[in-house]
């Protein structure tokens, strides 16, 4: 039906059409976990520019699902121990303009909470100049020594 010029020509248009739509980063599910996989620290981020009192700045917004966590016990119960490194790069990911570092520990008092999807929720705010960034967190578990990362652009 297209011939053989007509089908190279329709692969083209589709290969470049995919190379020049939007980037993963660029979707609406951006800094969200789409697949649940177990031994992960799974985690969902969401980061927002704001001014507040004419400072400009960037909101971002944490959700780590104890499920996802390795808990030890402890005298009290469950504890589990997660690390989180924001960076902050330039819109093109090439160049590191911050990097911060958060330690959190998650205390339950049963087994059963640490197999509750709830997530812990975090929010930090970060002042930034005025740009475009790209947003990277990796989340660590202390516990298993395995890391997510999500990115999202701003």
């Keep these: 039906m297209y011939g053989r010029r007509g089908v190279v020509v329709l692969l083209l248009a589709l290969t470049v059409g995919a190379c020049l739509g939007p980037s993963r980063l ?3 599910d951006a800094g969200r976990t789409t697949v649940y996989q177990p031994g992960l620290p799974n985690f969902d981020m969401e ?3 704001t001014l507040r ?3 400009p700045g960037l909101d971002l917004y944490l959700g780590v699902p104890r499920v996802s966590l390795v808990f030890t016990r402890s005298d009290s119960g469950y504890r589990a121990v997660y690390e989180t490194i924001v960076r902050l790069l330039d819109e093109r990911g ?3 303009r911050r990097e911060e570092a ?3 520990t998650v205390l339950t008092a049963t087994y059963e909470a640490t197999q509750d999807f709830r997530a812990v929720l975090d929010k ?3 002042d930034v100049a005025p740009g475009a960034y790209l947003v990277e967190v990796t989340v660590i578990d202390r516990g298993s020594e395995k ?3 999500r990115q999202q652009r701003v």
Excluded: M, S, W
């Design 53 to 55: 009192a004419g400072q």
């Design 26 to 28: 660029d979707k609406p």
């Design 147 to 149: 890391e997510a990362v």
């Design 94 to 96: 090439r160049i590191l």
């Design 124 to 126: 930090k705010r970060f």
């Design 47 to 49: 980061a927002v520019a």
């Design 102 to 104: 958060f330690t959190d």
